[in-house]
């Protein structure tokens, strides 16, 4: 899972809001709950989703820190499909911000690769129990639109064609 002490990880514990494109609709925005914590019995680093309207694909995984890039690893493995976050620390939020990659259900039975930015932002309970799809007008779109933006701008990662 990295070369990491149960010490040293303290910062990256908590509830983070995740924002992401939706998969369904292009103008849509999914918010959810990741729970980053101490996995007593396995002695390292998990996650958990809740809160997601598409309850059913709800993951949970282990954590992994990379000293050598500095990234974090959000990875879950369910019957062979595997599922990466590749995240960086934010400067604008305390959050982490970068890079989702996984199968998508857009196409009725069939899934399909997709990948896109992903934003976990630290934030208050309140904001946590407004989870859901946001849509222009709403509140609070315009500001996750532009977390999401920051994400893909090539500073923190690059969609090469």
């Not at 709950?33 to 282990?62: C, M, N, P, V, Y």
């Not at 989870?131 to 690059?158: I, T």
């Amino acid at each position: 899972m990295g070369s990491y002490s149960r010490a040293s990880i303290k910062w990256i514990k908590g509830r983070y809001l995740t924002i992401r494109p939706s998969f369904i609709d292009k103008l849509g925005i999914s918010t959810y709950i990741t729970h980053i914590f101490w996995d007593e019995e396995a002695g390292h680093l998990a996650f958990s989703e809740s809160g997601r309207t598409d309850k059913w694909f709800e993951q949970k995984g282990h954590v992994s820190i990379s000293i050598l890039s500095g990234h974090i690893y959000l990875v879950t493995n369910s019957e062979g499909q595997y599922r990466t976050i590749i995240l960086g620390r934010s400067p604008k939020n305390n959050g982490l911000i970068d890079l989702l990659s996984t199968i998508a259900m857009t196409q009725g039975a069939h899934g399909v690769p997709i990948a896109c930015p992903i934003v976990l932002m630290t934030t208050e309970e309140a904001m946590i129990s407004n989870c859901g799809v946001l849509y222009p007008g709403d509140n609070n779109y315009e500001n996750y639109r532009e977390a999401l933006n920051q994400a893909s701008s090539g500073h923190f990662m690059q969609f090469v064609p």
